[in-house]
């Protein structure tokens, strides 16, 4: 039962934030009891002193005047009075005055008098001073002053004969830092702080939970068979969202093969068809009809070929093998010269490396080259050559001499059946099918047309190729 619990705590994020409240509830309460505890071992004493009595004075200075009433019925100044008989006060501000003495009894005319009296320091006035003290003791009580008179805010305060200064009684809450402390933890200032908490560690669980969603679903490999996610690695929360989307992708996958399958089927059924057309065209006699007729049975045969290759990459029934890069270019540019005898291409090595393609399928990266030959010779004039380049580090591009890549297809370039420009001849099979063969390789495939026009097509397969240890003499 402990296990199957802490099973739940760990793959739940509700579970773990309230476990994580429960936590946090016992340890305000325990430091809760601990600061009563030591708040009532040593209490933080407050001291009414001028200071104190001061604010309490100009509290009680009112746009309408001093109210002396409020201000004698403060316990903080009728326990002061009573323990300093003869302790005086005196406030202007407001256009208004109060107090228990006489402004004659006040320091306020000698301030006057010197502001009033140049300084010696060009002119320099003395027109303001703040807190004022004068040592106060048992017998003298002492004297404070704050003093302003440098414009419209002008008031003067006075308080005289504090002997002795009063305490807050220890016994009071509020008297304590610890005892405000303590209200605070156990008032809205503890809701406050739990939720506050509460909602920083929901925020790093729901994190952490979605970076485990986030790297399950990283590998999530559609094409590559592996197509249902691992559920018992979500949080509790987020497993039927990953049961849906198992159930689906499971029936798209289906209808997927579905189609493949079709489309297999079918070509290889048009196949035989093809075979006895071709035959039969033969022994036709030569005329202007039976070259059309020709040309439309080779599209018809490349269609077919190209949707078999298709199916072989889906399914990975190709046969997997070591091929030389070389060779396997060389064969497609002498196939590609047979159907475009008027055009000129050309192969270039950079470098003398000899690299050898690992794990691969020398047929279908024929194929993959071969298209791109043809795309690049359909699309340049025949005095323009065709160039296939081996970079030194094994890339291979395929140059042309044609008008480039327009930016509106750029982005779907590789897809199925897209053609550029539009009428064109051709199924718009040759890139898609390039793209997924490169990608049985292991690499990647991409094109950009220069400035000066013409297209590159960059097909990367570095991962996949090494160095062959005997070249060919």
Known sequence: MIVRALRVVGSSIVAQVALLAMALLLLSALLAMQVDRLSRAAPLVLEAGYDMLAIQLVGNNHRDGFDHRSFMASDMVRRTIARNPDFRFFIRGNGHTGGNMPASQTLEREFRRLGARPAGLSGLQICQLSSLKRPATRRSGGRFVIYNDCGAASYYLELQNLRHVVTIAPDQPDATFAGRLLGMMTGYGNALMLGVLLFAAAGLLTFRAFRRVRT??????????????????????????????????????????????????????????????????????????????????????????????????????????????????????????????????????????????????????????????????????????????????????????????????????????????????????????????????????????????GTVFRVDIRDALRPDDEPDA
Do not use: C
């Open 216 to 453: 399950a679903v990283r590998g999530f490999d559609f094409d590559g068979g592996r197509i249902e996610m691992p559920v018992e690695r979500f949080p509790l929360e987020v497993r039927p969202l990953a049961r849906i989307i198992n159930a689906q992708a499971a029936r798209v996958r289906a209808d997927y093969e579905r189609q493949w399958l079709f489309l297999g089927a079918a070509a290889h059924e048009l196949r035989t068809p093809l075979a006895v057309l071709r035959v039969r065209l033969e022994a036709l006699e030569d005329s202007p009809e039976k070259d059309d007729v020709k040309h439309d049975v080779q599209m018809l045969s490349r269609i077919t070929n190209q949707l078999l290759d298709l199916m072989r990459i889906q399914y990975r029934q190709g046969e997997r093998h070591d091929f030389p890069l070389l060779g396997a270019i060389e064969d497609a540019i002498d196939d590609v010269r047979d159907e475009f005898p008027g055009h000129r291409f050309r192969l270039q090595q950079e470098g003398e490396t000899v690299w050898q393609v690992t794990s691969g399928n020398a047929s279908l990266f024929g194929v993959a080259i071969l298209n791109l030959l043809r795309n690049a010779a359909s699309v340049s004039d025949p005095s323009m050559p065709v160039t296939v380049a081996i970079g030194r580090d094994g890339e291979v591009r395929v140059i042309d001499g044609g008008p480039g890549i327009a930016p509106a297809i750029r982005d779907y370039l590789f897809d199925p059946f897209v053609k550029h420009p539009s009428n064109r001849a051709g199924s718009g099979l040759g890139l898609a099918l390039t793209r997924e063969v490169v990608a049985f390789h292991g690499g990647v495939i991409d094109a950009a047309s220069p400035a000066g026009g």
